[in-house]
């Protein structure tokens, strides 16, 4: 047996179970809709230099994150 088998066989074990990645569990990150008013539109470019529109993602999960570098 090649001393490397035993290695090879790890990693295939490990990298199997992530060929299929399951969805989010928005349940569990107990994530819960805002009550009040809806957000203003606005649009925003993503990192391949298109425009990105709130609308476009309508009806599903959106998670926005801002930060600022100063």
């Known amino acids: 047996m ?3 088998l035993p290695a090879v066989l790890l990693a295939l074990a490990l ?3 992530s060929a ?4 989010p569990d ?3 990150m107990q994530l819960k809709p805002l009550d009040g008013k809806p957000a203003a539109p606005f649009a925003l470019p993503d990192l391949d230099g298109k425009t990105a529109r709130l609308e476009d993602f309508r009806g599903k999960v959106l998670m ?3 930060w600022a570098t100063w």
């Open 2 to 4: 090649s001393p490397r």
């Open 15 to 17: 990298t199997a179970g």
């Open 20 to 23: 299929v990645a399951a969805p």
């Open 26 to 28: 928005y349940a569990g």
């Open 64 to 66: 926005l994150f801002f």
